[in-house]
């Protein structure tokens, strides 16, 4: 099985296009599993909803995906961030509000992989961002591999006797060691670079993958300012930050 796993879409639909023709390239994709946050941001969160429930999927619920159906949440967030809930919860349709409603905070998939938008600790708003809080992750995690999303990272915390290392999103294999990774964002990468991440689960080659694909950032800037979000929302992501 080829699983492709995908977090912080963020409503940015060139990005995710792009992510899916350059897994499918590589062989069929027989499940997406996302991490959350398909929506905020970007300009385009119904039409992402409805391209990732065009494939087997398993999804999570992220932060701004549960501040869009209740705006009181967008205190917890910076006023770019809130303006594009705002917006983006004036244009979801009752489909996709229901869809958004039904994710789980949490998900066990393919029997041996947890997934969860922040961490097992706080499983919508927590970051994870340390060895020190994917040992607390870790406690919680039943499954010898997980996937988190949220900080827009990509990295890879493995534990080994005793001790819970960090290390680059280089990819590794499902041995059975614990682990706990980020495939970073599809649609809005913090790590500098401004290409499209994601993750590849080949359950038959027993090995996780981390391709990057560049994308039209110039079409997700433009869609992003003709809707009449925050040019910052656009700006930041030819610079990947």
Not at 44 to 51: D, F, K, N
Not at 86 to 98: G, N
Not at 136 to 154: A, D, K, N, R, Y
Not at 184 to 190: A, C, E, I, K, L
Request: glycine content about 6%; hydrophobic content about 45%.
């Amino acid at each position: 099985m080829r699983a492709l796993v995908v977090a912080d879409i963020h409503a940015n639909l060139p990005a995710f296009q792009a992510v899916l023709d350059d897994a499918a390239a590589a062989g069929a994709i027989d499940a997406l599993w996302c991490l959350g946050d398909t929506v905020g941001y970007g300009a385009h969160p119904t039409e992402c909803v409805r391209l990732l429930r065009a494939y087997p999927h398993v999804a999570v619920a992220g932060n701004h995906d549960l501040a869009a159906l209740d705006l009181a949440l967008t205190a917890e967030f910076n006023p770019y961030a809130a303006e594009a809930l705002r917006w983006t919860a004036e244009r979801l349709d009752d489909d996709t509000r229901a869809w958004l409603r039904s994710l789980p905070q949490t998900a066990v998939v393919a029997d041996d992989v947890t997934l969860v938008h922040a961490s097992l600790t706080d499983p919508v708003w927590k970051y994870l961002l340390s060895p020190f809080d994917a040992v607390e992750h870790l406690q919680l995690q039943q499954t010898p591999c997980g996937f988190v999303g949220h900080s827009h990272l990509p990295f890879v915390m493995q534990e080994q006797q005793g001790m819970v290392d960090a290390m680059p999103a280089a990819g590794f294999d499902l041995d059975g060691v614990r682990r706990v990774a980020n495939p970073g964002s599809v649609g809005q990468p913090r790590d500098g670079d401004p290409r499209a991440a994601y993750a590849m689960v080949d359950t038959d080659a027993g090995r996780v993958t981390f391709p990057r694909v560049e994308y039209d950032v110039a079409a997700a800037q433009r869609d992003i300012v003709e809707a009449g979000l925050p040019d910052y929302l656009a700006n930041r992501l030819a610079a990947g930050r």
